[in-house]
């Protein structure tokens, strides 16, 4: 029947991205691909091996986190941090405790229930550091499947299953613009498709 051919091709397609991700995880370890990117429309994670981007030792960096997702990372023992939230929230967006019976006093009537950081907000941006909560993330998002679509591994690197595709070039040429009464002219590229970190050395080479 067409339902199973379709349930079979999803299984297939699943198993091979599994397969992708878990090769390209091995490949930041023995330090052969130096970062990739885990992609998908609600948030963004950035695998960095030591020594990119400033940091030390292995890391990851979470974007746009919900309060949801970070409720079930902790739930599956990664340690994390929220380096932008401010000093008097927690990595959940509640605040402290600290403080908070000083608050109370004031009888001003306000909860830390209503006080959260929303994942629109740049401060929720979660940070992974040392190699076993890193796998500890790479394990919990291996195990739980994504509920719209299998992320979109990026990385400067191949890796099992991956394709090679080049940025396409959308505009390159002079443009003019009106500063005042003069008339400016510059040079614009503009490329279609993810421009990753390393590509910007190669541009400028």
């Given at each position: 029947?067409?339902?199973?051919?379709?349930?079979?091709?999803?299984?297939?397609?699943?198993s091979d991205w599994k397969d992708?991700?878990?090769a390209l995880y091995d490949s930041l370890k023995s330090k052969e691909?130096?970062?990739?990117?885990?992609?998908l429309p609600m948030y963004t994670i950035l695998f960095r091996r030591p020594m990119i981007g400033g940091c030390d030792q292995f890391s990851a960096t979470l974007s746009r986190s919900s309060r949801t997702l970070r409720n079930k990372m902790k739930?599956?023992?990664v340690v994390f941090e929220m380096p932008l939230s401010p000093e008097s929230l927690d990595r959940?967006?509640?605040?402290?405790?600290?403080?908070?019976?000083?608050?109370?006093?004031?009888?001003?009537?306000?909860?830390?229930?209503?006080?959260?950081?929303?994942?629109?907000?740049?401060?929720?941006?979660?940070?992974v550091t040392q190699l076993v909560q890193v796998e500890n993330l790479f394990n919990?998002?291996?195990?739980?499947?994504q509920p719209d679509d299998l992320p979109i591994l990026i990385s400067p690197t191949e890796f099992r299953n991956s394709t090679f595709k080049l940025n396409k070039t959308r505009f390159n040429?002079?443009?003019?613009?009106?500063?005042?009464?003069?008339?400016?002219?510059s040079y614009s590229w503009e490329l279609v498709g993810p421009l990753l970190p390393s590509s910007i050395f190669n541009l400028n080479s």
């Open positions: 029947p067409e339902d199973d051919l379709d349930i079979r091709f999803l299984a297939q397609r699943e992708s991700f878990i691909c130096p970062y990739f990117y885990f992609h739930e599956a023992g959940d967006g509640n605040v402290r405790a600290n403080g908070w019976d000083e608050i109370k006093d004031l009888k001003v009537g306000i909860s830390t229930k209503n006080i959260h950081i929303s994942k629109s907000d740049p401060r929720s941006m979660v940070l919990f998002l291996l195990a739980h499947p040429g002079k443009i003019s613009r009106s500063e005042g009464k003069k008339m400016e002219g």
